[in-house]
Every structure is written in structure tokens, then in C-alpha cells.
T-cell receptor, first 115, second 116 residues
């Protein structure tokens, strides 16, 4: 298992600004995942982040909007840039442990409201 | 591409009644299937998973699910609902990505309400 801490847990931001979300894992993991959960909707993968390499983005998500850092095996950040109200969502960090499709572990999420 | 359909965005049951949350999947390969629960203002918690082997899988909090390949279903059940079961439930299928890792494709979710 893995314990994942996300900061901040929630924030209210002005449009046009940026917010950086931090994700800390209590063990070393190779791959980290960032998901978005828009209000009343399901989760969608934004990108995967491997330590020491650039993140890989899913269709519809771009690096300029959601830059990701992965400086070591226990930490990652996701930045939501130039925010608009449409970015209001819950952003969740996730890791997969145990090898294979063992199921992912999630942080508690960051609830972002853009006004 | 794989997909997940959860029938019923809202389900309401009485305390002590059977809980049945429906999930159907579409997958071109043998699927790995998951159920997650999300309590208000919290992240997702893994309830149970099916990878291989026994098609009836048991999870935490008294939940279980049965993988039925012929029906492409993975419905979640609990014999007797408890007030604390009120939450959002997500069915998911894993999809292989690079490096042997897997991303999750989620259904739209089902909000379970339990009333006295």
C-alpha cells in the first residue's frame, strides 16, 4: 500500500492565476498519475509522471496548461496554469504499487475553485 | 478503447437492504476491474479488484463483486446496507500504458444514499 499526501486540500483562486499542487508519497514509486474530477463527473487521467523524464499527457491535456514536475521518487507537483472557472475540479494524485494492475492508491485530492 | 458504464447515477436503499450497483465494461482484452469508494471530501479508496482467478471477489466493508465475462459485467453488492455506506462508488477498468503500468478508466460513478 501507499500513503499519499496532497497539498493544499482545497483552494479558491482568481482566474488568470496559477496553482501548484503537491503530492508526497510515503514510499518510492516509479510512476505517478494525476487525475481530474470535474464537478459531478468521473475521473479523467491528465498525465503520468516518471521520475527523471517529462510527463506524458493524455489527449486533451497539454504541458503548458498542466506542467508537472517529478524531481524524485516520492514527490510530484501539478500546476494548473492561467486558470479559468472551467478548471474548477478536484485534482487527485495516484500511484500504482505492487507491480501489475494491483489497483491504484489515491491522495485525498485538491478541491480547486476558480472565481 | 476500453470503457465503463455504470447504470444509475443515484441509488437509494433502506438501511439493512441489499445494495446492488451495476457496472458493465467494454474491453478487447481480459479486463482488470476495480471498484472504488469516495466519501465526501476524500480521495478514492479501493474496495475490491478482479484480476484473474475466482470470479467472485470480496472486498472491504462487506462488499463483493462478481466478474461475469458473458455479460461483461462487474456488479457490486452488499447484503445489508449500513448508513456509513453512503458515498460515491466508481467502477474502473485498467488499461495498459507504457512501462508495464496501467491507467484507470472510470465509470461515471453511482451515488449511494442509505436511509433509515
Amino acid at each position: 500500500s501507499a500513503v499519499i499526501s496532497q497539498k493544499p486540500s482545497r483552494d479558491i483562486c482568481q482566474r488568470g492565476t496559477s496553482l501548484t499542487i503537491q503530492c508526497q508519497v510515503d514510499s518510492q514509486v516509479t510512476m505517478m498519475f494525476w487525475y481530474r474530477q470535474q464537478p459531478g463527473q468521473s475521473l479523467t487521467l491528465i498525465a503520468t509522471a516518471n521520475q527523471g523524464s517529462e510527463a506524458t499527457y493524455e489527449s486533451g491535456f497539454v504541458i503548458d496548461k498542466f506542467p508537472i514536475s517529478r524531481p524524485n521518487l516520492t514527490f510530484s507537483t501539478l500546476t494548473v496554469s492561467n486558470m479559468s472557472p472551467e478548471d474548477s475540479s478536484i485534482y487527485l494524485c495516484s500511484v500504482e504499487t505492487g507491480g501489475g494492475p494491483s489497483g491504484a492508491f489515491f491522495g485525498q485530492g485538491t478541491r480547486l475553485t476558480v472565481v | 478503447a476500453q470503457s465503463v458504464t455504470q447504470l444509475g447515477s443515484h441509488v437509494s436503499v433502506s438501511e439493512g437492504a441489499l445494495v446492488l450497483l451495476r457496472c458493465n465494461y467494454s474491453s478487447s482484452v481480459p479486463p482488470y476491474l476495480f471498484w472504488y469508494v469516495q466519501y465526501p471530501n476524500q480521495g478514492l479508496q479501493l474496495l475490491l479488484k478482479y484480476t484473474t482467478g475466482a470470479t467472485l471477489v470480496k472486498g472491504i466493508n462487506g462488499f463483493e463483486a462478481e466478474f461475469k465475462k458473458s455479460e461483461t459485467s462487474f456488479h457490486l453488492t452488499k447484503p445489508s446496507a449500513h448508513m456509513s455506506d453512503a458515498a460515491e462508488y466508481f467502477c474502473a477498468v485498467s488499461e495498459s500504458i507504457r512501462g508495464g503500468y496501467n491507467k484507470l478508466i472510470f465509470g461515471a460513478g453511482t451515488r449511494l444514499a442509505v436511509h433509515p
